[in-house]
């Protein structure tokens, strides 16, 4: 049975209704991470070293800031006087745990878990601190026989992981927006 104009037009209110809500909630839409950041600049000190892993300090701390400046809306500040924020991250744990061993030798392992673990704090402009978090992050290394020290071979990998979850503690939205320079 074709519609006729009186038929047609009680589906009009309900549609308008929803064209309204849609439009009204896309008004409100910003591209682009949230304006909650902590702050504009952030100055990153050199990652302190408490495990035995060596060479790691570097690598990490350049990580850092190359993920801040990856992100967008917090950039990474070249010495502690033109930032807002300084952040000091301390490598507080490593753990590498045999995961299976070689076929030939069960007391050599073929892989390992590793789990290394940061210690971070946000000094605000006046030298307090303004937030402390702790992150980790984990990889597995497959040795090979043929190289001695494999476990080496992972570590860009994990650092650069717990360069994004460091990025993440510091950026998450904040309950109040800090003020920054």
């Known amino acids: 049975m074709p519609q006729g104009p009186a038929q047609s037009s009680h589906a009009l209110p309900p549609l308008l209704a929803l064209a309204v809500l849609v439009l009204a909630g896309c008004a ?17 000190e050199v990652v302190e070293n408490e495990t035995y892993l060596p060479q790691v300090t570097a690598l990490l701390s350049r990580q850092i800031r190359e993920t801040f400046a990856a992100r967008g809306g917090t950039t990474p500040a070249a010495s502690p006087r033109q930032a807002a924020y300084i952040l000091r991250v301390t490598l507080s744990d490593l753990e590498q745990t045999p995961r299976a061993a070689l ?6 392992a073929a892989s390992y878990d590793i789990r290394l673990a940061a210690a971070l704090v946000l000094i605000g402009p006046g030298g307090e601190t303004a937030r402390e978090s702790s992150v980790e992050a984990a990889t597995i ?7 001695p020290d494999a476990r080496h071979h992972a570590l860009p990998r994990l650092t ?6 460091i990025a993440d503690a510091v950026l998450h939205p904040w309950d109040e927006p800090a003020t920054g320079r």
């Open 160 to 165: 650069a992981d717990l360069a994004q979850r």
């Open 103 to 108: 076929p030939a030798d069960t007391t050599r």
């Open 28 to 44: 409100a839409y910003s591209p682009g991470p949230p304006e909650t950041a902590p702050a504009r600049s952030v100055f990153v």
């Open 141 to 147: 290394a497959y040795l090979n026989p043929a190289l």
